[in-house]
């Protein structure tokens, strides 16, 4: 957590020794004590009414202070509760399919699958594109969300190419995650991940039990095999809660 120390009130002066906004003041205070140690993940901030009495400044001072910390993901705000400083930003790999409920767990947090619908719908033309089918084909449509320890962190939103998966429809979501029986069951030779930052429609938001205004990332995944589309899935993340990115080794090369 020692990335998130901010400088001290006087350190943030300028050489002219301009004073630091008020709001700022509040923000370093909390900054610096996390940034110490002494006040760690999990743990509660203390409250608007405490900052105003210790500052001695207007609460809309500290309201702004507290909000922004929150939109830059170090705070995590509840309502009628209060502010608990932020768990770091779990990550997911892009250099393969991941399997989100294993990273959970290997955290030690709790996973769980709910799936909000499936069926089989008519293609429209974008997904008629993504699984190189004809506009109107029958495809099978599935979109769920993935918690960790009841906090949503991801959404599913997949169509699946039946001449590939016939058997998709009759499985057991709530036992297995559709990520998992594919990769189980269905052979695949190349992947495609995009991520794109893009703000939540309504529907996203509301599962995502996030606001409208708040910045999501959304990795878009498709997989072929022998050149046939199998599956084409969006999943976003709010961008306050994960991130996405890979470490990787190479051979040693020459050069920048």
């Known amino acids: 957590m020692n990335s998130r120390a901010a400088p001290s009130r006087s350190a943030a002066r300028s050489g002219r020794d301009v004073p630091v906004a008020l709001y700022q003041q509040v923000k370093d205070h909390v ?34 202070a507290l909000r922004e910390l929150a939109e830059q993901g170090v705070i995590v705000r509840v309502a009628g509760v209060g502010s608990f400083v932020a768990e770091e930003k779990p990550q997911s790999t892009l250099l393969r ?14 996973h ?26 029958s495809v099978f449509h ?39 029986y594919l990769v189980r069951n269905v052979q695949y030779d190349q992947i495609e991940h995009v991520v794109d930052a893009i ?16 910045p999501c990332l ?18 976003v993340h709010p961008g306050m809660r994960y991130r996405l990115g890979s470490r990787f080794r190479t051979d040693p090369v020459h050069g920048g």
């Open 31 to 64: 900054l610096q004590k996390i940034g110490n140690g002494s006040l760690t993940a999990g743990a509660r901030v203390p409250s608007e009414q405490e900052l105003v009495q210790e500052f001695g400044v207007a609460r809309m001072t500290v309201n702004r």
């Open 97 to 110: 399919i991941a399997n989100i409920g294993e990273e959970i767990t290997q955290r030690g947090h709790d």
């Open 112 to 137: 769980r699958f709910e799936l909000i619908s499936m069926r089989r719908a008519s293609a429209s033309p974008e997904v008629a594109a993504a699984l190189d089918l004809a506009v109107g084909a």
């Open 142 to 180: 599935l979109q769920g969300v993935h918690f960790e320890n009841e906090v949503p962190v991801q959404l599913e939103d997949r169509y699946v190419n039946p001449r590939l998966v016939p058997d998709f429809m009759e499985q057991d979501f709530s036992a297995v995650q559709p990520s998992v």
């Open 199 to 214: 703000l939540p429609t309504a529907e996203q938001a509301h599962w995502l039990q996030m606001a409208a205004d708040q």
């Open 218 to 235: 959304m990795l878009t995944r498709r997989t072929w095999l022998r050149g046939v589309p199998i599956t084409w899935v969006h999943c």
